[in-house]
């Protein structure tokens, strides 16, 4: 109890005190270094007062100096605070409902996330045009595929949009599997477990040549990764499942 306590005192004080840097920071921070050292700083000192150990495994497979979508699986708010500790500068998905909450909001608005509209189709295609231009211009991006927390630690269906996006942009998809989070704060709740936390970031995966029709197979590769790596670590079932 006293953990939970802590942890949610201090991710609102630190939240609080990263806001006005996030805001100064943002005129003169084009390309985002800035602000993803404070959101590093802050992922680490939140994940710390949890008392969650992180490894990280494949970071050779981050391509540098190339624009590429990371695709991950998500269980518990820590995915984010894990993810955002790797050392590369992405730009990060979120549906809209996450705008709407005080000081994560404008955190994430003002650390250049991009808002979708899962239940308005014309807006997120507006949102999807947007990521492509900013993805023309050299910058990463980085989805949960699923669109929502698994309960059990399970795959969830991934939805198409994130994969059509990588092959009109013609980039690589870099599979993460996030192993850990929800058993540190699981779905529904607000209570902290401390444990460890693992990233396992598998090769790329190549789009340039693929088409839509290619989209299913490609889905699936992806999903097989994850699913795999979860298996082994967990023992938990893969559910394959597209829609």
Not at 90 to 104: C, D, G, N, S, T
Not at 119 to 129: A, E, L, V
């Amino acid at each position: 109890m006293l953990r939970t306590v802590y942890f949610w005192l201090v991710i609102t004080l630190s939240t609080i005190i990263t806001l006005p840097l996030f805001a100064f920071s943002h005129p003169f921070d084009r390309r985002g270094m800035v602000i993803k050292f404070y959101a590093n700083i802050w992922g680490r000192l939140n994940l710390y007062t949890s008392g969650v150990r992180l490894k990280i495994s494949g970071l050779e497979n981050i391509i540098k100096d190339k624009p590429q979508i990371f695709m991950a699986n998500h269980q518990s708010i820590y995915d984010i605070l894990a993810l955002i500790t790797l050392p590369l500068h992405f730009v990060w998905i979120a549906k809209k409902e996450l705008f709407r909450i005080p000081l994560l909001g404008w955190a994430m608005a003002l650390a250049g996330c991009v808002s979708i509209d899962r239940f308005n189709p014309r807006k997120t295609q507006g949102g999807m045009n947007y990521i492509h231009t900013k993805i023309q211009k050299g910058a990463s991006i980085i989805i949960f595929p699923e669109g929502t927390r698994s309960y059990d630690g399970t795959l969830q269906p991934f939805k198409k949009g994130g994969f059509t996006l990588a092959m009109r942009a013609k980039i690589p998809i870099v599979p993460i599997t996030l192993i850990g989070t929800g058993k540190v704060m699981q779905r529904g709740t607000r209570k902290v477990h401390p444990g460890n936390i693992k990233i396992i970031i598998d090769k790329p995966i190549e789009t340039l040549n693929l088409g839509l029709k290619d989209r299913e197979n490609l889905i699936y590769r992806v999903q097989e990764i994850i699913g795999k790596n979860l298996s082994e670590n967990l023992k938990l079932p893969a559910k394959l499942e597209v829609r």
